[in-house]
């Protein structure tokens, strides 16, 4: 009877097997853009909420006539001032609980004292020595301030801001600025928002799109950039932060 012959394993082969099964998948961007409100920075509104009961209105009165376009944006864009914008709050409110109150509940927003997610920025600090890092945020002439404040003024490699750029999200030009600054094509952007709005507009330029609600989403969509990098030697290159 003949013995079946049974092929050896090819050991090239095998090991070329094993090394293509550890190959890491490859990563879909080579930057990430992030937001900073509602993703790293958080407003205690705890205040602002007890002097509305006070004055009989209800929670999120003040922030529904401040965050409405023609009383916010000019804040964003770099048109007015913190102090302005409190006056346009004031008015927005005056008729309802008296210029004196009003004026109190819009300073009472301004001032809202806020703090940094921990977990977040320790994520974004991580996915930093491994990509370029750009924070892209609608935010005002105090920005660079506050940062400091948070002690996160080294937090990216560079900060795109509304109030800088003069044009705020969902415009596509703040992201192309955006990506300009971290040296990658808008393709091979990763973007992070907590605003459905500013995701749609990020993904009609071909980014990679994080809708934010808590860190988790952030670990999983960095991915191995959620994890320190070995010390090799190498550091992600460092976009020149435009002035």
Known sequence: MMTPMIDAPD????????????APAPRAFDAVLCDLDNVVR??????????????????????????????????????????????SITAGLTDRVGEERARAL?????????????????????????????????????????????????????????????????????????AERAGVPLDRCLFVDDRQENVDAAAALGMTCVLYREPGDLRRALGPCAEAAEATGTAAPRPERAR
Do not use: C, M
């Open 42 to 87: 958080f407003y205690d509104t705890a205040p602002l909420a007890a002097l509305e009961r006070a004055a009989g209105l209800p929670e999120g009165t003040t922030e529904s006539v401040a965050y409405a376009p023609e009383v916010d944006l000019p804040l964003l864009l770099g048109r007015i001032t913190t102090d302005a914008w409190v006056e």
């Open 11 to 22: 050991p090239a082969r095998s090991a070329g097997t094993r090394s293509a099964e550890r």
């Open 106 to 178: 819009g300073r009472a927003l301004a001032d809202a004292p806020f703090r940094a997610d921990g977990e977040a920025v320790s994520l974004l600090r991580r996915a930093r020595t491994h990509v370029p890092l750009v924070l892209v945020t609608n935010a005002t002439l105090q920005l660079d301030h506050d940062l400091a404040l948070l002690g996160l003024a080294d937090l990216a490699d560079a900060v795109v801001s509304s109030a800088v750029e003069r044009v705020a999200k969902p415009d596509p030009a703040i992201y192309r600025i955006a």
